[in-house]
Each structure stands twice: as C-alpha cells, then as structure tokens.
C-alpha cells in the first residue's frame, strides 16, 4: 500500500474541517463512514435554525442513499414532481399550466424528483447521523491561524473568553461558507459579482395555494414562487422586490404587496416564521485546494438560487473529497489522488454559475421584451414546452445534476477493448442500486472498500480462478460482484440502444467508484486493466 505520511506523529486528527453546514456535516460522515478520525468545528454556538437552501436534487440523494440516509431526508420532506406556472389576470381570467418538473418513467434514479427540506432540516437529519456514531462538533471556535509544512497543517482556533487553542492536521478542509476564514487565510481570491436586485425570503403559511405543488407566478416585475415545506411553516415564499420598495426590516406587509403585484388569486400569507432580505452574488475561488487546504461548498462558489443548485453542489464537493482523503490518510492511495479533487469539481462549479446566472438575468432582467415575455407568453410557452418528455428527460438531468460527468478527470480511463454501450469512464453510473456503495448497517465495516467491481454477462464466461485472484488481492479497495447483463446503454431509458444491447449478449468489466462514478471500464474478462488502473492511484494488491 502506499503508507502513511512520513511524520505520522504529533497530530490531534487526520482532517480538520472548518464549518457545521451541509457541506461540512456530509464531510464529516463521509470520513468516519471511511474509519477517518475528524474534528468538525464550527464559530456558531448552535446549529441554523432559518435557511435559505430549501431543495434538494436527484444526484444528491443518491450519493447520500447509502445506509439510508436519503431515506430519511425523504421522510422529512416532501418531493415534488409538478409545477403550477400561473400567469396574472382576474380571479377568474388568470391560467394555470400544471407542469411536470420530471419523468417519473425514468428508470435510473431512485429519486425522480425534487425534494423540498429547507437547510435546517437538513442539517438536524446530518446531526442526528452523526451524533449516532459518536461524532460531535465543537462550536464557538474561529479559525484565526493557519500554518502549512511539508507533512501537515497547524491551525490556531479563538473561543471568546477563553485561550486559543492550536490543532495540528494531516489536512484541512474549509467549509466555513462565503466568508470563509479558510479561504482568507490561504490568500486565494473569491472573483465574480454583486447583482443589485433586492429579495424577499420568507417561511410563513398561506391559504389558497394547493398543497404539495411549486408555484411560479411569472410577472413584468419577475417571479413569485411559492414553494412547499413541512417545517418551519408550511410554505417558502421567494419574491424580487421593486426598487421603489426602501431597505428596511423584511415585514408581512411586504410579503402580501408583493403576492397582490403578481396575482388576482385569493392567496392570504400568514403566521410568518421567518422573514429576511438578501441580494444575490456570484462568485468562485481561484482554486479549490492550496497545499493542504481544500475548499468546499460556499466557501468555494456562491451564486443565485436559481435551479436549487447550491446546496446540492457543496454536498457533492464533500462526497468527492471524502472518499479520497480517507484513502490517502489511511495509507492505501497516493497523496497524487487529491489531485483530482479540483480537476473534477472546479469546472462543475463553473458550469454552475454559468447556469445559474443565466437564469438569474432572464428572470429579472429589466429589458421590455423580456418583461413582456414573463406577463404571460413565457409562461405558455415553457408549459408547451415542458409537456415534452425528451424536453423534461433532458432538463431533469441538467437541474437535477445527474448529468454531472468527469470525463477529462485523470481517474476516468477506458479500458481495451471498450465495451460497446453502457456508461463511459467519468460518467455516473445509471442503474439503481449501482449507483453508489452498496447500503450497510451503520458500523458494519470500518473501512469499507471504496470500488465496486461489477463483472457482467454469464457467470459461466468469467475465469473462476482470475476473478477469485482479484477479489482477494484488491479486497481492501474494491467489493466484486457478478451482474446478469451489462448496463444497456448510457442512459437506461432509451429503447432503441436497450433493445440493441439485448442481441449482443457479452461479458464486460465497470469498476464504480465510492460516489457512483465509473472509474474503469473494459470489455471481456481479463481484469489486468482495472488493477492497474487500482495501481495508479498508489495502490498495492494485498499479498498473495
């Protein structure tokens, strides 16, 4: 294997991650699910309580299903599959376009829609994960120093009131948001924008909206949207206000002018639980990783909120990061590893904001033609649209982040032969259940095996002494399971490529990453490719 750092004494923890929120928390389970020691800090003295991330994505929930944990985010909230796109007119001249936001035919995903949990409870589902397995976080603590060398990390964290107190690290992970401590003290520049717009954000209950649904109200002056919750109200309201409306205290008052701008129908707000102004900025890190440091969700990229993507993007930094920190602390990858971390996920959060921006001037602009589009025709317009299943297929992997791909990481390597459909190196892997690590009881195994070995075709076509050879001497990095049939094509929905895939029976190779990516993929059966591409990494079979 590839051993430890060479000063593998006088360190209070492997990875030291700065920051309690979503991103943090997912870091935190990553590594102890891996056998990695941790410390989670935080400058808050308690967890959120009000949010503004509220919604949470197919491909999250996929890379958080394993033991459960999707699950139980599911229960906690609720998923929503329709759109209710409203446009302005009397109480009886106004239309309503009901829309579905995705294909529940779709056959590669547990989780066909989107899922409405604010931020809050989120994190307590994360907490109560954590606080299972023994892992606790320190809160009131600053980062307020931080020291590279060649072998680790040596941090300085205030407390008020009390003396600093010095942690040394193999790593640091900063997840302390977009005013990173961390980000500030590697020097690494936070480039991007401030838009001027204003918004209003607020919890409350409404009557009149129907239950369970998104509603957009689509206007001249931008769009209303009214979103689904359990907790801490039944409802999130989110709303552009006018620039003739003074900074001041976010009130209910406003909350109500701004429904009567953008509907006749009889909506009447209540009971709020929270209210608050915010503006919007895009920004991204110069680099994710300096030395020893790595940056995460908001500390990393910040954007508007348009297409729920934020959240969702941090959480998915982590699951990437976990699983390589883990196998380069515990001695069983190269440090050469970490390397990939930013090569896969700093184009994502380029795309990100690139999207997310897009949609943000479209939504708000000020430009005639555009205001006119939004009062009414924009809205029949993308309800004909999205009546389309090719249209929602393709938009739900967008949105959702299934489309999320690495297809230029240097941890995605296409095998000789190639394999004639199915997934490509870099690429999610698409069928349920194949997606990430198999589900195991919380505390099974330690240090589970980060890869999945899947061997397709008949049984019978597999050299019964090669395959026992492999699962032997890579048992610390990779579980080997036999699979009927190979993957039918890159996206499983598609009948012509599945019906093709059935005449051309065969055997093939898909080694599967801890996040559900293909790593490797060959055809036919020799598996001397998928354990050098195991060597690359740094590596070592088990001896014989």
């Not at 929270?274 to 300096?290: G, N, P, Q």
């Not at 440090?335 to 904001?353: D, F, G, I």
């Not at 095996?449 to 002494?465: E, I």
Request: aromatic share 6%; net charge positive.
């Amino acid at each position: 294997m590839a051993g430890p750092d060479p000063d593998s004494s006088g360190f209070d923890t492997d990875v030291l991650i700065v920051g309690a929120g979503p991103s943090g928390l997912t870091l935190a389970r990553e590594l102890h699910s891996l056998g990695v020691a941790a410390q989670l800090v935080d400058q808050a003295p308690d967890a959120v309580h009000e949010s503004r991330a509220m919604a949470i994505q197919a491909r999250t929930l996929e890379v958080l299903a394993r033991n459960r944990l999707a699950d139980d985010l599911v229960t906690a909230g609720i998923p929503s599959a329709t759109l209710l796109l409203h446009t302005r007119g009397s109480r009886s001249g106004g239309r309503t376009h009901a829309v579905p936001l995705f294909d529940d035919a779709l056959g590669d995903t547990r989780f066909p829609f989107l899922l409405f949990l604010s931020q809050a409870a989120t994190e307590r589902v994360l907490l109560d994960r954590l606080a299972s397995a023994g892992v606790g976080i320190r809160r009131s603590l600053t980062l307020t120093g931080l020291v590279q060398d060649e072998h680790g990390v040596t941090c300085t964290l205030d407390s008020p009131g009390v003396p600093s107190r010095v942690v040394r690290a193999r790593y640091v992970v900063g997840c302390d948001g977009a005013h990173s401590m961390t980000r500030r003290l590697t020097g690494s520049g936070f480039t991007g924008r401030a838009y001027p717009q204003r918004f209003l954000l607020a919890d409350l209950e409404a009557d009149g909206p129907e239950r369970g649904m998104v509603h957009v109200y689509l206007g001249r002056s931008g769009p209303l949207f009214l979103f689904p919750l359990l907790t801490p109200a039944s409802w999130r309201l989110l709303v552009m206000l006018p620039p003739t409306v003074s900074t001041g205290p976010a009130t209910l008052a406003l909350a109500r002018a701004a429904v009567a701008r953008h509907t006749r129908e009889p909506i009447v707000l209540h009971d709020p639980a929270w209210l608050t102004e915010f503006t919007v900025s895009s920004r991204l890190a110069d680099t994710m990783r300096r030395g020893r440091v790595f940056l995460a969700g908001d500390a990393a990229h910040i954007h508007s909120p348009a297409g729920a993507q934020g959240m969702n993007t941090g959480i998915q930094d982590a699951v990437n990061l976990g699983w390589k920190l883990a196998l380069v602390c515990r001695g069983v990858a190269a440090p050469t590893l970490l390397q990939s971390y930013e090569r896969e996920r700093l184009p994502v959060a380029r795309s990100v904001l690139a999207m997310t921006d897009r949609a943000f001037r479209v939504a708000t602009s000020r430009n005639p033609v555009l205001r006119e589009l939004r009062a009414g025709p924009g809205i029949r317009l993308a309800a004909l649209l999205l009546r389309s299943r090719a249209v929602r297929r393709a938009g739900f992997r967008v949105v959702s982040e299934l489309g999320i791909r690495y297809r230029e990481s240097p941890l995605s390597v296409e095998g000789r032969p190639r394999p004639a459909g199915g997934p490509r190196a870099g690429e999610r892997f698409p069928q349920p259940g194949l997606g990430a690590a198999p589900a195991s009881p919380a505390g099974d195994e330690p240090r589970p095996p980060v890869f999945r070995m899947l061997l397709c075709g008949p049984a019978a076509l597999w050299p019964d002494t090669e395959v026992r050879a492999f699962r032997a001497r890579w048992a610390h990095l990779a579980t080997v399971e036999q699979v009927p049939a190979a993957p039918r094509s890159r996206w499983s929905a598609a009948p012509r490529a599945a019906a093709l895939s059935r005449r051309r029976p065969g055997t093939a190779q898909y080694l599967v990453r801890w996040d559900g990516y293909l790593g490797y993929r060959a055809a036919g059966t020799d598996l001397t490719g998928a354990a050098e591409y195991l060597r690359a990494l740094g590596a070592r079979p088990l001896p014989a």
